[in-house]
């Protein structure tokens, strides 16, 4: 019932940077965390960035000091910065919406959207 579509992805040299949009169909104030994963063909999906609603965020290791998550309250939107981008962060980024109300939770998924890097 929370639909995310992200927006964004595309080809880009190693070395460049491409930023990443999640535009929510509710508030992202009512959202426990937004994150963003990624799934290269023939590996498992991988968490790489989240922000929680009071704003703390965390990163995997292999993209920390390079992507930044941020969130836009009034747009219902979360961004993910990527830069120095490295061929290995090649893949299909998904926009990932988590919610707990009570003993429910709640994960939402968007489409995705693909990001390559060529070397």
């Known amino acids: 019932q929370v639909q995310l579509v992200e927006s964004g992805g595309g080809l880009v040299q190693a070395g460049g940077s491409l930023t990443l949009a999640c535009a929510a169909s509710?508030?992202?104030?009512?959202?426990?965390?937004m994150n963003w994963y990624r799934q290269a063909p023939g590996k498992q999906r991988e968490l790489v960035a989240t922000?929680?609603?009071?704003?703390?965020?965390n990163y995997a290791d292999s993209v920390k000091g390079r992507f930044t998550v941020s969130r836009d309250n009034a747009k219902n939107t979360v961004y993910l910065q990527m830069v120095s981008l490295k061929p290995e962060d090649t893949a299909v980024y998904y926009c990932?919406?988590?919610?707990?109300?009570?003993?429910?939770?709640?994960?939402?998924w968007g489409q995705g959207t693909q990001v390559t890097v060529s070397s």
């Open positions: 509710i508030s992202i104030v009512s959202i426990n965390a």
């Open positions: 990932h919406a988590y919610r707990s109300l009570g003993a429910r939770v709640d994960n939402y």
């Open positions: 922000i929680a609603s009071g704003g703390s965020t």
